[in-house]
């Protein structure tokens, strides 16, 4: 995702079938089935969804956990999504709330909804579930959507539909990694699966939305019918006002989806440089459509797997670089996992590296490379000066996202202080191993997920040991 901070300083998607799995080193896939209907005159959306899901660990498992991130909109939540900061933009009819209420679990021997912050759905399972084995659950919902303009609710113009359903846990070397919601960053961390959804909607919506879908229309009422694979989820946006403007990219379909935009040939022109640019760069792209639409979106944009969304208050100057940053996500975040939660400059500050080196290769779109390094440096360092004045300045970068102070320190540690650390990266061991580390970063975690370790790893087979360098940045030991 990129933000934006005024502070006062001044379709089947496709993949190789190997290295999917991000447990066990096994293959084998989640898979998501939803059959959904939304309601508007009630902001809810009822569904009935079944899960398949394999043991690709090492041991039995008798239970599954998965993410109820829609149960961070409700009342008396502990992590709000949405920071004081945007609350009175978002919140754009004043208070609301969301949420996501579970009604059975079939093919389990029970369930509960806890976690911290009633955001984790605990499901006993029937009978242990061994190595290669798997199981399929049916689980009954409906989430209640806001009158928020955020990732999920309902805003003055769009309906945006993501992390509305539960989503099985990440596996970590240590079982399911539960998150909490935080305003700051993108607390998502999902292994890669496979969705058929269909969502049943009253007519005259357009809908944006990632994989291959088609639409039919009965009795009043239209259904969407999707299918995605390799993916960390599934996103919709929901529009009566929407309009479409239609390219490729190296082959790529891609769409852009707007309400308002002075110039949406500028705009999709952006976005088909960008992915063919970082086609080029990194790998080639991994899924066989990409969708971007303009929506009710409080901060900049916000990366899917095969989509992005960009916000529709955006000034017209800032959309390339806040398009260049969301399609770099679809590397560094879609194809290539790691865990946001606790390391978020991995993701966010190569995504903004990466928009850097888009500005430098294509400068007709307004910016530089140059310009791009200068902003994160003065940025960081303005952030660095200020804190230091009071309490000091605290800038270690793998943190969870709770133990950020808020917006403002986020930003600078995983953007601006990323964008540094990538750039002393790429001085330090030149051109050629620097964009052969990336390509193997790439090549070797496709659908996998990806710890800071293992991105070193990446370089280091290219010929560059630079661990002292990475570790200088993310321990806050190095003086920028």
């Known amino acids: 995702m990129r933000k934006l901070l005024c502070i006062c300083l001044g379709a089947a998607l496709l993949f190789s079938a190997a290295g999917l799995s991000a ?226 990219a190296g082959g790529t379909e891609v769409d852009y989806l707007y309400l308002s935009d002075s110039s949406p040939e500028t705009t999709l022109k952006a976005i088909t440089d960008s992915l063919s640019y970082f086609s080029r760069t990194f790998g080639e792209y991994g899924y066989p459509r990409y969708t971007v639409v303009q929506t009710d979106f409080p901060y900049g944009g916000m990366e899917y797997s095969g989509m992005a969304l960009i916000s529709s208050a955006l000034h017209s100057s800032d959309v390339p670089a806040v398009v260049a940053h969301e399609t770099a996500h679809q590397w560094w975040y879609g194809m290539v996992g790691s865990d946001q939660f606790e390391n978020a400059w991995q993701d966010e500050g190569l995504a903004e590296y990466s928009a850097a080196l888009f500005a430098g290769a294509y400068p007709e779109y307004g910016s530089s490379y140059e310009e791009a390094l200068s902003r994160s440096e003065s940025g960081y360092r303005a952030f660095f000066s200020f804190r230091s004045q009071f309490d000091g300045a605290d800038t270690t970068m793998n943190r969870p996202l709770t133990a950020f102070a808020g917006e403002y320190e986020y930003r600078n540690i995983a953007y601006d202080k990323g964008v540094i650390l990538f750039d002393r990266v790429r001085q330090t061991v030149g051109e050629r191993k620097f964009f052969t580390g990336l390509k193997n970063y790439v090549a070797s975690y496709t659908g996998k997920i990806a710890s800071p370790a293992d991105l070193i790893a990446c370089f280091h087979r290219a010929g560059a040991n630079i661990e002292g360098l990475f570790d200088s940045f993310t321990e806050g030991k190095c003086v920028i």
């Open 23 to 248: 447990c066990g080193g096994r293959n084998a896939r989640i898979r998501y089935d939803i059959r959904g209907e939304y309601f508007p005159e009630e902001n809810k959306l009822t569904a009935e969804m079944s899960v398949t899901v394999p043991n690709r660990t090492e041991e039995p498992m008798n239970s599954l956990s998965f993410e109820l991130w829609a149960n961070a909109y409700r009342e008396g939540a502990a992590y709000a999504p949405v920071s004081a900061l945007y609350a009175p933009t978002a919140y754009y009819a004043g208070k609301s709330y969301g949420k996501i209420e579970i009604a059975n679990v079939s093919g389990a021997a029970g369930f509960t909804v806890g976690g911290e912050d009633e955001n984790i759905l605990s499901v006993a399972l029937e009978k242990p579930l061994f190595p290669d084995e798997s199981v399929t659950l049916g689980i009954s919902f409906e989430t209640t959507l806001a009158k928020v303009e955020h990732r999920l609710g309902v805003g003055r113009n769009t309906v945006n539909l993501t992390q509305f359903y539960p989503v099985l846990c990440a596996c970590g070397e240590n079982g399911f990694r539960e998150y909490v919601y935080s305003s700051n960053g993108d607390p998502f961390v999902a292994d890669c699966a496979d969705y058929t959804v269909s969502l049943t909607l009253p007519a005259g919506y357009t809908v944006a939305h990632n994989g291959v879908g088609s639409m039919s229309e009965e009795e009043g009422k239209q259904t969407l019918s999707v299918t995605a694979e390799g993916v960390r989820d599934v996103a919709f946006v929901l529009g009566k006002d929407l309009k479409v403007l239609s390219g490729t």
